[in-house]
């Protein structure tokens, strides 16, 4: 309708605005206007009262004058802050705190290389200054090499023939280089190997550089096969540091660090008339010319960086999970929050078609789909956030947002990145590493854009049982979301305008959590600090394992030394295999008096720094015989490896980690000082990022096959370790005796890696601290330094279950517990189903708080009893497990592994990929059916009214873990438990109308004593009942109805309304699962109702 009260249609005047629609509500700014009006279109109805209530009597020309100042207000607020006029005239240095690191080839810089030609490759640096303002650097002049041992007897002339030779071999390999020349220089230089002590200050080395950084594998493949060198022969070379990526080389050479601040002085620095970034300051430099500041007092703050976070909708096809191909992006939605503030300046929700008002965010609704893409395109570039959050994004919202936009053939919409003409590029990845196992993902690379993807950083900083979004933010946020399914999402789109906007609060909640995860895990400022602290690229953090912050602190300081690193997939021992940690004989028993822990302080790093273990003091057993070493001047491990002590060298990897510690001890002490919140979090990030840093480097040696293995060193360390844990043990038990003046004799019960349990036989819990203390300070002294022993803490009481499986109260003050520690049982476990979980804590807590161990029994007993009878709630017995292989590939089939297949088969779309974990609940089958062949989707269970088999989950997931809880403090606790009346009475679902199920006819039942009757509501015998029956049965609908109802509406009250039916169908919470049954019970006690015919 127009403004008259006629509908007929508008003509669009001549300066023509995008077909968007405002709805500014709150204090947001009204929607800018983005994409392109058809020549003719109607008016919304809807659209038209929304901008009646806005604009009052403003004419169509007014309102299309108004759309177009919106747009210029919402790009201006948006906007970065203008460049200073000190910026712009080039008379002041640049400082910025670098966020992206990559490297590109292109045209060497004339400018700033006269003479050079061809091909270079140039280092980019992504950042922001102080000011807000955004950078891109491109750094010049810097080039690949590597080195190799110079042969005996190879002059200046031999260099000049071989550089010849090599240079020939060179063209052939890579033909369609655009160089002028391959190796550029090989030079000779004094180094030393890092492997084995070598008395010789150092020896002749080549170091070989070469025109661009993927000719350095090319030329290592050429020197591992060898050549044939006048005067030599046919010669093959070990090469040095030829496996280290450009980039990291680069930071390693210029003393940059992930994340640290960088300047270039003034002058010292060109602009090119045409950019080739849409970044505010574009520059280029000699990498010679650049200033890396440490991450000290002002250089230790945080750039203002802007980081979006976003979450897409898309409408999928009856029955299928959404596809790129074929199912559109009908919303998106917005936050864009400076990094260090609470509040987003950027909230809101583009919308394929009308959408109603939300409060404080700005609704931009579009009529078509290439306008809703092309909008987010120029917000990315309107806002230019430096990091790009979300949940999942890496491996579905960016992949479909690209993918969509090339089935629509819209081509301008991958330039997403800084870079000009810079499309975005996915591919399939797979992470992998010993302690995070396989994932299969899929790598976005937007130049210049760092993205963050929580469900990543979450899998692996932290072991959940379930990584959905909901889950992991009832764990860390005690905050729930609607879970709206995939197959309800089209409905909502193809109802009105408040289906879409109740579509769009879903869709604003999935981008607005994973923002609130990111500043209460403090993801960025550890993150930040680890890459401060390790050297590398702060991207490199998520994408790669531990291994490559050991190699860039190793590098960095065998730079120092003068060292160079071997490209050995093995050196040193070609033993596969060490003894691992000691972990003395566990004493097992339920302990009423206190025990006392003492703790080695950092173990591993301590051993390494006392006993000088290094690879450059590591002594080859021919050198032990040849170089006849003092015997003050070695140390003869356990494990029958020699190394030089400090006298006569200090090793690389002791050094690295006493800077590491030294510098852990100074942030924690700076974090106690500190008052600003910003502040501390830093310090915090920083101390943490160190204390892992510096237990990584054991692991490095270890790693068999990582960058540099060394098990000479590994081997030596666990040794150490064994040996002190057994000495620890005998001089506790030797001193704190009747004998030696104490009340009682002190007993050992059990010592792990790197602690000891000790009963000093006092039953006061501050009397067995002050002991702990005084045995911890007698046994230190009789260690090397930094090797320390430590008081930490009294369990009272304590059950002893096994090796690593152990539950007590934990005492770090004698008036009062902390609280309740396990390790290694149920409660910690993730792969036990939550009953599991929740029946030992309760009986821990009964047990060890209560001291009521037949408090304990008891409701063991009520819970078994309510398993059998099917009174358990569905979500308390769900498993879940991680998959880390396709079923095919699982030697032994699994449970998880062969459901994941069978899901594949119902739909590819929506089962589990490896890498994910795999809900799954254990169901009844034909007897001697296997556990895989009866593990089924929680859902699909419900869906269907699939019985659960409640005898496996009574003896695979109960009994043994109850067990080895009550065993220690319950007499004939399995007879006790798991036998008797309490598991005698047994109730089974009957499944719904699908399978076999559906050709079966069900027999009518009495509603009194459930016998089978042909027809009616009574048997003959409940005839005389009837009122009693009936009053019942209405009394069980009424009680009923009211759990339901009282379900509904905190579901309601989760999804932020008391006025819209629930959709959620989250499988992380249990009142789902509850809500589900509720509704299935209340139906079925309804049809029974019905069948009274009064």
Not at 808 to 817: A, E
Not at 1029 to 1052: D, I, M
Not at 1060 to 1075: A, E, G, K, N
């Amino acid at each position: 309708m127009n403004r008259a009260g006629n509908s007929k249609k508008r003509p669009p005047p001549s300066n023509t605005p995008p077909a968007v629609k405002h709805q500014a509500t709150g204090n947001s700014t009204p929607s800018p206007a983005i994409g392109t009006l058809d020549d003719e279109f109607m008016v919304d109805e809807d659209v038209f009262l929304d901008e009646t209530l806005l604009y009052g009597d403003e004419d169509e020309e007014s309102l299309i004058l108004r759309d177009i100042e919106e747009r210029e207000s919402r790009s201006s607020a948006w906007a970065r802050p203008p460049l200073s006029p000190a910026y712009l005239s080039n008379s002041q240095s640049i400082t910025f705190q670098q966020l992206e690191i990559d490297s590109i080839i292109s045209e060497s810089h004339k400018e700033l290389l006269p003479g050079s030609s061809g091909q270079a490759p140039i280092i980019r640096m992504f950042g922001v200054t102080r000011e807000g303002n955004s950078v891109c650097c491109f750094v010049h002049g810097f080039e690949p090499y590597f080195y190799i041992a110079c042969p005996p007897g190879m002059g200046p002339d031999d260099i000049s023939k071989f550089h010849q030779i090599l240079e020939g071999r060179m063209r052939e390999s890579n033909k369609n280089a655009k160089v002028p020349k391959f190796v550029r220089r090989i030079e000779m230089v004094q180094k030393r190997s890092i492997m084995y002590y070598q008395q010789q200050e150092s020896q002749t080395f080549l170091k070989i550089t070469v025109a661009l950084p993927t000719m350095v594998a090319s030329c290592r493949g050429i020197l591992d096969r060898g050549l044939q060198i006048d005067g030599f022969g046919m010669k093959s070379f070990q090469t040095y540091e030829s496996n280290i990526i450009f980039v990291l080389r680069f930071m390693v050479d210029c003393n940059i660090v992930g994340g640290n601040w960088i300047e270039i002085p003034t002058g010292k620095y060109k602009k090119n008339a045409r950019t080739l970034s849409y970044c505010q300051l574009e520059f280029h430099c000699l990498y010679s010319d650049l200033i890396s500041h440490a991450a000290e007092g002002e250089y230790s703050k945080m750039a203002p960086f802007r980081v979006l976070s976003f979450d897409i909708e898309c409408a999928g096809r009856k029955g299928h999970f959404p596809e790129a191909k074929h199912d559109p992006v009908i919303q998106i939605a917005n936050l864009v929050t400076l990094q260090g503030e609470d509040h987003p300046f950027v909230r809101n929700v583009m919308t394929l078609k009308s959408c109603a008002p939300i409060v404080g965010v700005d609704v931009m609704s579009f009529e078509t789909e290439r306008e809703v893409l092309l909008a987010w395109r120029d917000l990315i570039r309107d806002v230019d956030p430096d990091i790009i959050i979300g949940y999942n994004i890496c491996k579905f919202d960016l992949p479909y947002l690209i993918e969509r936009a090339a089935t629509l053939g819209i081509e301008e919409f991958p330039l997403l990145g800084r870079v000009k003409n810079s499309r975005v590029r996915v591919r399939d990845s797979t992470f992998s590493s010993r302690q995070q196992g396989i994932r299969e993902s899929k790598e976005t690379t937007i130049e210049g854009r760092f993205q963050f993807d929580l469900i990543q950083a979450i899998h692996r900083d932290h072991k959940l049982s379930s990584y959905s979004l909901n889950s992991v933010s009832a764990h860390f946020l005690s905050e729930q979301k609607e879970d709206v399914h995939h197959s309800i999402i089209t409905d909502l789109q193809n109802g009105n305008a408040e289906t879409r906007r109740r579509l769009a609060v879903y869709c604003l909640k999935d981008a607005y959590l994973p923002q609130r995860l990111l500043d209460k895990l403090m993801f960025i400022y550890n993150y930040v600090e680890m890459a401060r602290v390790t050297g590398v690229p702060i991207s490199f953090l998520l994408a790669r394992g531990q291994s490559i912050k050991v190699l860039s602190q190793l590098l960095r300081k065998a730079k120092q030394k003068n060292l160079v690193l071997p490209n050995a997939k093995q050196s040193g021992s070609e033993q596969g295999t060490y003894e691992g940690a000691t972990v003395l004989e566990a004493r097992t028993g339920f302990y009423e008096k206190p025990i006392a822990t003492l703790d080695f302080a950092s173990l591993y790093p301590s051993i390494m720094m006392a006993y000088n273990l290094c690879y450059c003091t590591l002594v080859t057993p021919e050198d032990v015989r040849k170089l006849n070493l003092p015997p003050e001047h070695v140390t003869r491990t356990p494990s029958g490896e020699t190394f030089v002590k400090q006298s006569l060298q200090k090793g690389i990897l002791p050094e690295i980690l006493e800077e590491l510690l030294t510098a852990r001890k100074r942030a924690k002490a700076d974090l106690k000082e500190a008052k600003d919140p910003l502040e501390k979090a830093v310090l915090d990030g920083r101390q943490l990022a160190l204390k892992i840093s510096a237990n990584s480097v054991y692991g490095f040696t270890g790693a068999t096959n990582g960058q540099l293995p060394c098990l000479e060193i590994s081997s030596s360390v666990t040794s150490y370790g064994r040996q002190m844990i057994e000495q620890t043990k005998k001089l506790v038990e030797d001193k704190f005796t009747t004998l030696g003046g104490y009340e009682y004799n002190a007993e050992v019960i059990y010592g792990d890696t790197d602690s000891v349990m000790v009963q000093f036989g006092v039953s006061d819990v501050e009397a067995a601290m002050n002991l702990g203390r005084e045995a911890a300070e007698h046994i230190s002294g009789t260690f090397i330094k930094p090797i320390k022993l430590e008081f930490e803490k009294v369990y009272f009481p304590y059950l002893l279950i096994n090796k690593k499986r152990y539950a007590g109260l934990l005492w770090t003050n004698p008036q009062q517990f902390d609280k309740m520690d396990t390790k290694g049982i149920e409660t910690v476990r993730r792969d036990n189903c939550l009953l599991v979980k929740n029946l030992v804590t309760e009986s821990l807590n009964k047990i060890l708080i209560d001291r009521d161990v037949p408090g304990a029994a008891e409701n063991v007993k009520k819970t078994i009893s309510d398993l059998l009878m099917n009174r358990i709630d569905l979500s308390l017995l769900v498993i879940t497990k991680g998959l880390t292989k396709t079923g095919d590939d699982y030697e032994v089939k699994s449970a998880h592994g062969e459901l994941a297949e069978r899901m594949r088969k119902r739909d590819a779309a929506t089962a589990p990929n490896v890498g994910d974990r795999v809900p799954y609940v254990i169901i009844k089958a034909a007897k001697g059916a296997k556990a895989y062949e009866r593990s089924e989707d929680p859902i699909y269970v419900l869906q269907n009214n699939i019985p659960i088999d409640p005898n496996y989950y009574l003896e695979n997931q109960i009994s043994k873990p109850l067990l080895r809880i009550f065993e220690p403090v319950l007499k004939n606790a399995s007879k006790e438990l798991l036998h008797g009346s309490h598991t005698r009475s047994i109730s089974i679902t009957t499944p719904s109308n699908s399978g076999i199920m559906k050709f079966a006819k069900k027999q009518l039942s009495c509603v009194g004593c459930k016998v089978p009757i042909s027809n009616g509501t009574l048997c003959a015998s409940c005839k005389g009942r009837e009122a009693e029956l009936y009053c019942k049965n209405v009394s069980q609908v009424a009680e009923l109805e009211e759990v339901f109802g009282r379900l509904w509406t905190q579901c309601q009250e989760c999804q932020g309304s008391l006025h819209q039916d629930v959709l959620c169908t989250s499988r992380d919470c249990p009142i789902f699962y509850r809500r589900m049954k509720a509704q299935k019970d209340m139906a079925v006690a309804r049809q029974q109702l019905d069948r009274w015919s009064f």
